[in-house]
């Protein structure tokens, strides 16, 4: 491994940068199955980061079974390979940007439709909760981050799908940055604030009615307006 020219530039996710660059190592085959990485220490050292920067890249690639520990020996490359579905986000690629929002509607589009055919009383009034939650953030300043993906993921627990649910989940944890970032922009524009609030009460309306045609049209656009919001930062 280099040098400077490994340096990460500030600006970008830190230990998801990290961890994209060490899978392209590993990828490369310029660390071998099996094979033993560098301390954190000569990591750090490397990118110009910090050990608790390393420590979650490490972790991520952990979770990916791409990479493995041995108690008192430390990282090493799995030499089982890793068969992990992997979905990373750039946003610093209009292309990549592109094709995630297009694959999430994949998900999101068509788990919408479902919950406004099945969902239930009693999940109707927990999406209603969120939505409600969503706008306390509005009127308190709050980021609303965490009442977003509460919001959408107990649309998704209204498919009675249970693949919809955990593919949900999995896309919070890797597409987590992209969704920050988007209410992070939103947040910087008072008229984004409330368009984005009007997209999500139309997507519980539809739900609402029971009409799965004007759900899949709602979060179809919203997801659109989303990436919108994300190439205007």
Not at 40 to 54: D, F, H, I, T
Not at 91 to 101: H, R, V
Request: glycine letters at 6%; one cysteine or more; charged letters at 25%.
């Amino acid at each position: 491994m280099s040098s400077n020219s490994e340096i990460i530039q500030r600006g970008h996710s830190l230990p998801d940068e990290v961890a994209l660059r060490l899978r392209a190592t590993i990828e490369s085959g310029a660390w071998q199955p099996g094979e033993r990485l560098p301390s954190q220490q000569e990591l750090c050292q490397v990118y110009g980061v910090s050990r608790p920067v390393v420590r979650e890249a490490i972790s991520l690639l952990k979770s990916e079974g791409l990479i493995i520990s041995q108690q008192g020996r430390g990282q090493f490359v799995n030499p089982e390979g890793s068969s992990v579905f992997r979905l990373e986000a750039r946003l610093d690629s209009q292309e990549d940007l592109a094709s995630t929002i297009e694959f999430l509607m994949s998900v999101e589009v068509v788990g919408t439709e479902l919950a406004a055919m099945r969902r239930t009383p009693a999940e109707l009034e927990e999406i209603r909760g969120h939505l409600e939650a969503l706008e306390e953030a509005i009127r308190t300043n709050g980021s609303g981050i965490d009442d977003d993906m509460h919001f959408h993921q107990s649309i998704m627990r209204a498919t009675h799908n249970e693949h919809f649910l955990d593919f949900s989940n999995f896309l919070e944890t890797r597409v987590r940055r992209l969704i920050r970032a988007a209410r992070t922009n939103t947040a910087r524009h008072a008229g984004w604030v409330r368009q984005a609030q009007d997209e999500h009460r139309t997507i519980f309306e539809a739900i609402e009615r029971q009409d799965p045609e004007a759900a899949r049209h709602a979060a179809r656009q919203h997801l659109i307006n989303a990436a919108k919001r994300l190439q205007a930062r």
